[in-house]
C-alpha cells in the first residue's frame, strides 16, 4: 500500500515519505486524489492549501483516501490556514497532536474508523456550477467565483481573432469563450497548471475548436507553435507569494509560439514591469488602455 504526498511539504519542516505518490493538482501529471479508492493509502503528507474551501476539501480527500490507522499529517504556514488545522481535523472526527516549527504548524493524526463532515466539506469545496457566472469552477482555481478585473477589461477590449491561437494560463475558460466567437477562430490551445482549472474549462468552453493541456506554460513542449494570437491573464503569484519572473516567463513563451506577424494580447496588473521584457521580444508593442489598475498590451511579433 503506497503512501501519498500532496504539494511540496518542506523537508525541514516534516519527514517526507520515500517513494510517495505525488496528488497535487498544480503539478502536472500527477495521480488524482479524488479518483483514489477509499482507505488505499497507508498514510498522506499533506501541505495544506491556504484557502478555507480548498483545504477542508483536499483533507476530506485525504483522509477517506487513507486507511483507518493510517498516518495523516498536514502542515502549513501560520499566515495560510496553519492556525486552523487541529480544529478542522478534529471536526472530522480526529485526535490531533500539534507543534510548531519555522512559521509552520503540523498537525498530526490517525485516520479514525468514522469520519464525520466529509460528505459537506467534499460538496462544498468540490466542482460545482457558480450560479453568478453560469459557469463550473471549483474552489482553490484562481478567481473561482467571479471573473478577474483584469480579465474582464480585456474582454471588453479584445477584438474579434483568426486563425490558431493560444490561451495561456487559461483557468476556467472566460477568455477562451469569448475568443471562440468569432467564427474565424480556427482552434484554440487552453493551457493551465492547475488540472482542476482545465477540467471546468473544458465543462465551460464546449466547442469541437478548442483542446485542453494540463501543463506548465513555462515547460518548453507544453504550448504548440506557429500561432496567429496568444491571450493571457498572466499570474504573479507562486504558492502564495508574488513571482514578477513568473508572468515574464508567460511573455517570453508567447513570443516564442507566435509567427510572424502573430498577436499576442495581454491583461495585467498596472505596477508589473512587462514592458521592459516585451519590447525585445516584439516588434510593436503597444499599451492599449491602463484602467482600473490594470493594462491590456496589444503586442505584435
Known sequence: MSAGIYGKPLAEVVDLPAGAVQFSPLMPGASELGQQGEATLASMTMLAPPGTLERRYAMALALRAVVPGGAFTALAPNDQGGTRLRKELQAFGCTVTESARRHHRVAVCTRPDKLNGIDAALAEGGPQLV?????????GVFAWDRIDPGSALLLEHLPALAGRGADLGCGIGILSHAV????????????????????AAQHNVDDPRARFHWGDVRDSNAVPGDLDFVVMNAPFHDAGAEDRTLGQGFVKRAAEVLRSGGVCWLTANRHLPYEAVMKP???????????????IYEARK
Open 131 to 139: 450560479a453568478d457566472l453560469g459557469l463550473w469552477s471549483q474552489p
Open 180 to 199: 471562440l466567437a468569432s467564427p474565424a477562430v480556427a482552434q484554440v490551445d487552453l493551457i493551465d497548471i492547475d488540472r482542476r482549472a482545465v477540467q
Open 281 to 295: 521580444l516584439f516588434k510593436r508593442v503597444d499599451l492599449r488602455i491602463e484602467a482600473a489598475g490594470y493594462k
